[in-house]
């Protein structure tokens, strides 16, 4: 891996990428849709270029001398179906169909854990995908466009079904740090977690070894969103828990939606959002991990949490679907 192109990389998970890349001595391809957003990554050794998923030219462009793309570009948010295909599934096809006419050689693909329905048992290489909310729908439509595009060709495709990636820039943090944070339901659910460097240095080996497949991944012990916030607790007691049942916060978020202010803009709180983050989704330790030869830094959130703490101290950030410039 020499040439690197990271589509997404002034969103969440992205931009963690990018930074890393840059620190291992990559010099990553940033494609950066608004302009403003792209000053976050103009302190590292990166290059920046203008660029959408819905312009052909630009996915061109940008993937042009390139042998490996790390695809994390799409809009990321819970809602309808709809909303999400323009980018997710036809901005992802469109980027592939960019990849293989410049000879790309490794396609690595941010999917997510919501391609599945809620499980029992913790998820692994022969639990079956399935769902219907409408990202994880977008997200599953995506994988079988990519690995029909891929067969035959001299590509190593990944598509790495990602859990709940946290970190001092996500939407949980950033309520943290106002003293106020809010989850629907009754949070006993067990879900899959990942801090947001074991993400990043997860991608970037899975580019540089050629692993490729289809895979969810986490950490190495699935912790219900109860256990989540005590964690959180332990280090800032003053912290206010807000929990609303599921139906009221499903109520809330789809009256918010018929607003005409939103009914535009990429939105983070959606009825799917509440139906998503009270699912059952564990995840099978070392799944990935193992074929690769790393392992997490942060193995359990009891180690990830205060890590994203310490983060929290001297940051500040705005999340992209949150940034109107």
Request: proline fraction near 6%; glycine fraction near 8%; aromatic fraction near 8%.
């Amino acid at each position: 891996m020499k040439h690197v192109l990271v589509t997404g990389a002034t969103g969440f998970i992205g931009y963690e990428v990018a930074r890393r890349l840059a620190e291992q001595g990559y010099r990553p391809r940033c494609l950066v849709r608004r302009p403003l957003r792209g000053g976050l990554l103009a302190g590292g050794d990166v290059e920046l270029m203008q660029g959408d998923l819905t312009s052909r030219e630009s996915l061109r462009r940008a993937v042009r001398g390139m042998d490996t793309v790390l695809h994390l570009g799409a809009r990321a948010t819970f809602e309808d179906y709809g909303r999400l295909r323009p980018t997710i599934v036809e901005g992802s096809v469109e980027m592939m169909k960019a990849a293989l006419a410049a000879g790309v050689k490794t396609f690595v693909y941010s999917s997510s854990l919501l391609v599945y329905s809620s499980q029992d048992r913790p998820i692994d290489a022969a639990t079956p995908a399935g769902t219907r909310l409408g990202y994880g729908r977008a997200k599953l439509e995506t994988e079988a466009s990519l690995q029909q595009m891929a067969a035959g060709n001299d590509l190593a495709l990944s598509m790495v079904r990602l859990p709940h990636v946290y970190g001092a820039r996500d939407l949980i943090f950033e309520q943290i740090r106002r003293g106020r944070a809010i989850y629907p339901g009754p949070g006993r659910n067990l879900f899959a977690h990942l801090h947001i460097a074991d993400a990043a240095r997860l991608l970037i080996r899975i580019a540089e070894t050629r692993w490729s497949g289809v895979s969810a991944v986490a950490d190495q012990r699935p912790a219900t969103w109860v256990e989540f916030f005590a964690v959180v607790k332990e280090y800032l007691p003053h912290l206010r828990l807000v929990k609303l049942p599921r139906w009221l916060a499903l109520l809330g978020t789809a009256l918010l939606g018929m607003t005409p202010r939103r009914r535009d803009r990429p939105f983070l709180y959606t009825p799917d959002a509440v139906r998503s983050a009270n699912m059952r989704l564990p995840v099978q330790a070392g799944l990935i991990w193992d074929e690769i030869g790393i392992q997490p830094l942060f193995p359990t959130i009891d180690e990830g949490i205060p890590a994203v703490l310490d983060d929290c101290v001297a940051f500040r950030w705005v999340h992209p679907v949150n940034d109107r410039r």
